[in-house]
């Protein structure tokens, strides 16, 4: 194994990404001097290529079991990059089965069984994605965590046609997780109060989302989804006075790329586990998401805007 050589494994998915990147910046850091290797899969890699943290990224890491030959590519793959530490920052029963495939002279920092530099607290689950990956990192040695430098996290968006103050509003969510969705109907209702334009962003799937609330105020809502990277929705966020949203990854992208953030949550997932975190951020919770009020989100908005 060669000291010089780190592999970082961060698969999945957009908003646990994002939530890597102060991880990121503390692992570039503690090994300035090394070749850092970011094991992911080709929704982020394009992102990431963007960021200082890594020399390289692998985009095939998370084959299916089913595929054999494609998860031998990844073993031998592995092996023969004799990396000599590895932050397995994925901490999933996937990841830490990679540990076999790196090879034990390999240090470990993770939960797999025999790793060298184990997450060992039991409450690990019960703590903020943040706050249990730093102590993760600092179990394993490292005790410096500069503020994660984002400034690569833009694009040219010229094209966009976007006014010079403008709202966002991120409608979607996981289509697996419908409860996660604060009804479209409220979003429109909040757009047509507004007194700045709106853009909505989100992937392709969601343009009847920006349909229904660019029919709430024709003339005044900027449809954008499909039409960004990631790295664009970043710069758009970066532009925008506020963004309100769902908890799904383009909120959590929103809220590191500095843009005041109203996150709105249900009873399908606990911001004290996972909020975003950002510069300006606040969260809106309720037990039954589709009885938000429009109301509600007003008031917490306008506490936001003023902080």
Not at 37 to 46: F, N, Q, V
Not at 67 to 75: F, H, K, S
Not at 256 to 277: H, I, M, N, V, Y
Request: with cysteine; proline share 9%.
């Amino acid at each position: 194994m060669t000291a010089g050589r780190i592999l970082v494994i961060k698969l999945a998915a957009l908003g646990d990404v994002v939530q890597a990147f102060g991880p990121f910046a503390a692992i570039r850091a503690h090994h300035p001097g090394a070749e850092v290797t970011l094991l992911t899969t080709p929704p982020y890699a394009g992102l990431l290529r963007r960021s200082p943290w890594f020399d390289r990224i692998w985009e095939d890491g998370r084959p299916a079991w089913t595929d054999l030959p494609a998860v031998w590519r990844l073993a031998r793959r592995l092996r023969a990059a004799r990396f000599g530490r590895v932050y397995d920052l994925q901490t999933s029963s996937r990841s830490s089965r990679y540990r076999l495939m790196v090879g034990g002279g390999a240090e470990w920092s993770g939960i797999a069984p025999g790793a060298s530099l184990p997450h060992a607290n039991p409450a690990r689950d019960l703590m903020h994605t943040a706050e249990r990956q730093r102590e993760q990192l600092e179990m394993a040695g490292i005790a410096d965590f500069p503020a994660p430098a984002l400034d690569w996290l833009d694009d040219d968006i010229s094209s966009l046609g976007l006014p010079a103050r403008f709202a966002l509003l991120i409608p979607g969510a996981s289509p697996g997780r419908p409860g996660k969705r604060w009804p479209v109907e409220r979003f429109a209702a909040l757009a047509a109060g507004l007194d700045l334009p709106v853009a909505v962003i989100g992937g392709p799937a969601e343009a009847p989302l920006a349909a229904a609330i660019a029919a709430a105020r024709p003339g005044a809502v900027i449809d954008l989804t499909g039409r960004t990277s990631l790295a664009g929705l970043g710069a758009v966020a970066r532009r925008a006075a506020f963004a309100i949203g769902n908890d799904t990854g383009p909120t959590h992208l929103a809220a590191a790329a500095g843009c005041p953030t109203l996150a709105l949550f249900g009873p399908e997932s606990d911001p004290a586990l996972c909020a975003p975190r950002g510069r300006v951020v606040a969260v809106l919770r309720h037990p039954r998401l589709a009885a938000l009020e429009v109301a509600e989100v007003r008031t917490a908005l306008a506490a936001l805007v003023a902080a």
